[in-house]
């Protein structure tokens, strides 16, 4: 087995273990996994593609100078989310500073997680729903349903009490399915390994 295969097959965990280590070749295969699932999910925060592409970029350069303190116990996800939220809060902050307001999310330019040809419409149009629910909803259904997360780690990554994630959650699955009926909870089950293989898994 080739060396790209072997490497390809390996868990996010071992990955970030062999990138503490000194491996940079593994951290560059963690950054592919991740650069499109993080875009989608940072893009509701702001106001255009090159602000979410460029927060990308920061978050895997500050993941790369940190990659020591990563917790091999803990989900290498976990961990990438709950950096990725705090720059984007930071972005906030320093936004509502220079223009005085914070910049208005643009969801309708938002690319979609599910529609890179793989013929699920059905994950494509929950995904279109969930996005006009609001960044917070679309955030957590994302990162339950997108990317498998269990209530902790999203209430790690969102900075949240566990209570707080259950209460959004339940909110955002009860205004999906508003939207688009009763098998909308049982879409996004269904179609999240779709979203997460659109997303460039």
């Not at 890179?116 to 494509?124: H, I, K, P, V």
């Not at 997108?146 to 900075?159: S, Y």
Request: hydrophobic share 40%; with cysteine; charged share 35%.
């Amino acid at each position: 087995m080739a060396d790209e295969d072997r490497i390809a097959e390996k868990t996010d965990e071992e990955l970030a273990r062999e990138a503490r280590g000194g491996s940079r070749r593994s951290f560059e295969v963690l950054a592919c996994r991740y650069k499109r699932r993080l875009f989608v999910y940072l893009r509701p925060r702001l106001a255009s593609d090159q602000d979410a592409e460029d927060l990308v970029q920061e978050t895997f350069l500050k993941l790369f100078r940190n990659i020591g303190s990563y917790d091999p116990a803990y989900r290498f996800s976990t961990w990438l989310y709950t950096s990725a939220n705090r720059l984007a809060i930071d972005s906030f902050r320093k936004s509502a500073v220079e223009r005085g307001r914070l910049v208005a999310a643009r969801e309708r330019d938002i690319p979609d997680p599910a529609s890179r040809g793989d013929g699920e419409a059905g994950a494509s149009s929950v995904w279109d729903a969930a996005r006009s629910l609001g960044a917070d909803r679309y955030r957590v259904l994302w990162l339950r349903y997108g990317e498998d997360m269990t209530v902790e780690e999203i209430a790690a990554v969102l900075g949240r009490s566990r209570l707080a994630v259950r209460v959004l959650l339940h909110r955002a699955r009860t205004s999906l399915v508003g939207r688009l009926g009763p098998d909308a909870g049982c879409a996004v089950r269904t179609k999240s390994d779709a979203a997460r293989q659109a997303a460039g898994d």
